[in-house]
């Protein structure tokens, strides 16, 4: 079995258009490593709290950004006050 040097070793002694290939393989081979270890958490629904977590953040920058356009009066005014701490 190969060790983990050898490959360093090898990739460092490439030519830059053979290393940028060799990135690009990489780079794809790494999310096709990601996509299969997820896999079983997608399938069972366990990834779907983080969906609904990124649409809240979304929806709180868009607050945060421009407050009046969601919040009125008292709401406002506390939104506001909050910031100014």
């Not at 990489?26 to 779907?48: C, S, V, Y």
């Not at 868009?62 to 009046?68: K, Q, T």
Request: without cysteine; glycine residues 4%; negative net charge.
């Amino acid at each position: 079995m190969m060790n983990t040097q050898e490959p360093k070793t090898t990739v460092s002694k490439l030519a830059p258009d053979q290393l940028l290939r060799f990135a690009e393989w990489f780079e794809e081979f790494m999310a096709e490593q990601w996509d299969k270890k997820i896999e079983p958490d997608t399938a069972t629904g366990r990834l779907n709290v983080l969906g609904v977590a990124s649409e809240f953040e979304t929806e709180l920058s868009a607050v945060n950004d421009n407050p009046a356009d969601f919040l009125s009066g008292d709401e406002l005014s506390y939104f506001l006050s909050l910031n100014d701490v």
